[in-house]
């Protein structure tokens, strides 16, 4: 770049080229002005920071300071519940917690589909509008499920208060079902919400470390585990 | 129809276009950091991506999206589908970028991201920028970023055209000048 404006110098550089390279610093300016900008916005308004995210990859080597993170990360989260509902909090709770203050959206139709179903694009659309009661209808009447309908339909069915049809739906999944990590994750939830806490702890065993949500799942294996 | 637009009508679509080449993000930024994490969790779980390689390709994207709609070279149909493809190949870019040094996919248009390099020029930029008047600023974004013709800033800000191309000439000259100063004193320095 210090090349392009040492060039703006020459003063034998016609108009045109003049114009190009104001286009392109001009661009790298202003690109850079609204990065800073967003990340700001990101890590305000939708707690989404960068700094944390390497931070918490610096940690992951270090178990001491990872001890410390997810020891404080239960607190808060006990502080919290104390704080809104003043009893302690119950996997019951802690579970109704995660699956009421997370926003879970469907992305879209997968790419590469070219006669969407009519049914989907409802289904989907229904999800999305939090209409799951109408979602589940039309994720009914799919001809050919996939596995992000089942994935979602599951989701539908948990988010309207089906935990028992949900559990069905989560079950009915395989193993090499790309979703699931989240499956286990909301399958476990589910079990939850249906005072199956035995089973939500074996399927709380499976979530990997590197697996989605590992550190709520742990979490939740304690609570699980003091309140036998 | 509208789920595939990021809930964006064909009204809004032009609404858009109009605001980000004045610059203006306000509405940009209402619809698509909404996406922001859902695209990381996509790209999370389909590519196997870290959280900040994610962060950083959705980042990307943002800013792709925006040079897109700018040059008008992005049509009302499915963005939703376009911004998770370029997402995704904007995660491939940067790691095939980290691990070899190779340029971007073609797919892609000029590599946006600040090489270090870049930073000592961009600071000199940013030095020289500070000395322009609001108007000029105004005047040399919609022009060099927000692709507008000077014909539509003289349309726009109810002046001739020929006005606007004598006042861009000076906003330039200005600024020129001042990447001269700066440029003489770090040689003295």
Same mark, same amino acid.
């Given at each position: 770049m210090k090349d392009k404006l040492n060039k703006l110098l020459d003063p034998s550089i016609s108009k045109k080229e003049e114009d190009l390279i104001f286009e392109e610093i001009m661009k790298k300016k202003h690109d850079q002005d609204l990065k800073t900008k967003w990340r700001e916005i990101l890590s305000t308004k939708y707690g989404i920071n960068k700094e944390s995210i390497i931070l918490k990859k610096k940690n992951s080597t270090s178990k001491i300071i990872k001890i410390f993170l997810a020891t404080a990360a239960c607190i808060s989260l006990i502080v919290a519940f104390q704080f809104f509902?003043? !009893? %302690? %909090? !119950?996997?019951?709770?802690?579970?109704?917690?995660? $699956? @009421?203050?997370?926003?879970?959206?469907?992305?879209?139709?997968?790419?590469? $589909?070219?006669?969407?179903? +009519?049914?989907? $694009?409802?289904?989907?659309?229904?999800?999305? @509008?939090?209409?799951? #009661?109408?979602?589940?209808?039309?994720?009914?009447?799919?001809? *050919?499920?996939?596995?992000?309908?089942?994935?979602?339909?599951?989701?539908?069915?948990?988010?309207?208060?089906?935990?028992?049809?949900?559990? +069905?739906?989560?079950?009915?999944?395989?193993?090499?079902?790309?979703?699931? &990590?989240?499956?286990?994750?909301?399958?476990?939830?589910?079990?939850?919400?249906?005072?199956?806490?035995?089973?939500?702890?074996?399927?709380?065993?499976?979530?990997n470390k590197t697996d989605w949500n590992y550190t709520q799942a742990q979490e939740l294996l304690q609570k699980l585990d003091s309140n036998f | 129809m509208k789920h595939k637009n990021f809930g964006l009508n064909e009204a809004s679509f032009e609404k858009l276009v109009i605001d980000l080449k004045k610059n203006d993000t306000y509405f940009f930024e209402q619809v698509f950091l909404k996406q922001f994490e859902e695209t990381m969790n996509y790209l999370r779980r389909e590519y196997r991506s870290?959280? *900040? &390689?994610?962060?950083?390709?959705?980042?990307?994207?943002?800013?792709?999206? #925006?040079?897109?709609?700018?040059?008008?070279?992005? +049509?009302?149909?499915? =963005?939703?589908?376009?911004?998770?493809?370029?997402?995704?190949?904007?995660? =491939?870019?940067?790691?095939?970028? @980290?691990?070899?040094?190779?340029?971007? &996919? !073609?797919?892609?248009? *000029?590599?946006?991201?600040?090489?270090? *390099?870049?930073l000592q020029g961009l600071s000199q930029l940013n030095i020289a920028w500070k000395s322009l008047g609001e108007a000029c600023k105004q005047l040399l974004t919609w022009h060099f970023y927000g692709k507008m013709k000077l014909s539509e800033i003289a349309e726009e800000t109810q002046k001739t055209p020929a006005t606007i191309r004598k006042q861009k000439e000076r906003c330039v000259k200005k600024l020129k000048d001042q990447f001269g100063i700066k440029t003489i004193q770090s040689h003295e320095g």
């Open positions: 509902y003043n !009893t %302690p %909090p !119950t996997p019951y709770t802690i579970a109704q917690h995660y $699956i @009421n203050n997370q926003e879970i959206l469907h992305p879209g139709a997968s790419k590469g $589909i070219t006669e969407e179903n +009519q049914n989907r $694009i409802l289904a989907i659309h229904a999800f999305n @509008n939090k209409n799951y #009661r109408q979602s589940i209808k039309y994720f009914q009447n799919l001809n *050919e499920a996939n596995d992000e309908d089942v994935y979602y339909y599951g989701l539908a069915l948990l988010l309207n208060n089906q935990y028992p049809e949900a559990i +069905q739906k989560f079950e009915s999944n395989n193993n090499d079902n790309r979703f699931r &990590e989240e499956i286990n994750w909301y399958q476990s939830l589910a079990y939850i919400l249906d005072k199956q806490n035995a089973k939500a702890k074996i399927v709380l065993e499976q979530i | 870290s959280s *900040e &390689e994610a962060y950083d390709a959705t980042m990307d994207t943002l800013i792709e999206f #925006r040079t897109r709609f700018v040059d008008g070279k992005l +049509q009302y149909g499915n =963005l939703r589908f376009l911004f998770t493809k370029i997402a995704s190949q904007m995660l =491939l870019r940067n790691r095939k970028k @980290n691990t070899a040094g190779i340029d971007g &996919e !073609t797919f892609l248009s *000029e590599d946006a991201d600040t090489e270090p *390099e870049d």
